[in-house]
């Protein structure tokens, strides 16, 4: 049940940020499914794996793919539903932990959450980039197919 609730959550979180960065209106519904779809994968391979990284990896794939997808689908740029569809996963606490503990004089532990979100963050990376790299592959493969018949 608390997934669920957070997963709704992140559908009006995300809905509701688009609203502040003026994206267009008529996409709303697809900027909060892709928030929504973000985290509900998160919480999914979080809790199955136990590793924030995976999760965090898991999930960009998957809004990168559903945001290739519906900017196919709609005819937009991807990165109109990329954006807001990866805002769940941005690692905040992580480096709010790391400034936390380097006020505190605390090393070991700054140092831990630092490499936490540098970790998450390169995993969101890495998921986007892999996730258009294949996507660009497929429209090469595409376009030289078409050449080599016409």
């Not at 940020?17 to 892709?34: K, N, S």
């Not at 793919?65 to 519906?70: D, I, M, P, W, Y």
């Not at 532990?109 to 892999?130: C, D, K, R």
Request: net charge positive.
């Amino acid at each position: 049940m608390v997934m669920v609730i957070q997963t709704i959550g992140a559908f009006f979180a995300v809905a509701s940020f688009t609203r502040i960065l003026e994206l267009p209106r008529r996409f709303l519904m697809w900027y909060g499914t892709a928030g929504a779809l973000c985290w509900l994968v998160y919480l999914n391979v979080r809790d199955g794996a136990g590793s924030k990284i995976l999760a965090a990896f898991a999930a960009g794939l998957a809004v990168a793919v559903f945001s290739h997808l519906a900017a196919r689908l709609l005819k937009a740029p991807v990165t109109v539903f990329l954006i807001p569809g990866i805002l769940p996963l941005v690692p905040g606490a992580s480096i709010y932990n790391s400034v936390y503990y380097m006020i505190q004089d605390n090393q070991p532990q700054s140092s831990h959450y630092l490499a936490e979100t540098l970790q998450i963050a390169g995993a969101i990376a890495m998921a986007v980039f892999l996730v258009d790299s294949l996507f660009h592959m497929l429209r090469a493969g595409k376009n030289r197919r078409g050449e080599k018949q016409g």
